[in-house]
């Protein structure tokens, strides 16, 4: 069975960065499993795995625009530590959600502290990066209606209700 729309897909993975640094693996785990289609993973890895059958093996290099997108100086901004209100002690890496530009939920990371300035991030981590993915293709079947409607896969390596 050829990997399609609507087809629900476990593959195991390695992707790692330009300079060959593991960022994240399903190595010593299970498989990542995902609707085809669906948007569960990156566009770029999603149309190289296309067509690709159980046993396929790939490696696969996503530049940023069919990854999470360019790096953007405007998604940074300087905020005053006031408005972290409730929180005793902000530490850099530290997320929040915030409203981003276009009125929508965004998650933001705490990049710098400076006296009462709070350098946040709204890109996420790997934007503006290219990514390398090795995959090899561990199962393909018909997603059930459930899974369709629901926009991803249930049970092992995907999503549990």
Known sequence: MLIAANKAV???????NDAGEVIDSSAG???LAYLHGAGNI??????ALLGKQVGD???VAVEPEDAYGEYSAELVATLNRS???????????MQFHASGPDG???IVTIRELEGDDVIVDGNHPLAGQRLHFKVKVVSVRDASEE???HGHIH???????
Do not use: N, R
Request: hydrophobic residues 35%; proline residues 2%; without cysteine.
């Open 10 to 16: 476990s593959i195991d993975y390695t992707l790692t």
């Open 29 to 31: 785990g299970a498989p």
């Open 42 to 47: 990156i566009g770029g890895l999603e149309k």
């Open 57 to 59: 093996e790939l490696d």
């Open 83 to 93: 408005m972290f209100e409730g929180v005793d002690e902000l530490e850099v890496g």
């Open 104 to 106: 929508g939920m965004q």
């Open 147 to 149: 899974e369709v409607a």
């Open 155 to 161: 049970g092992e390596g995907g999503h549990h209700h």
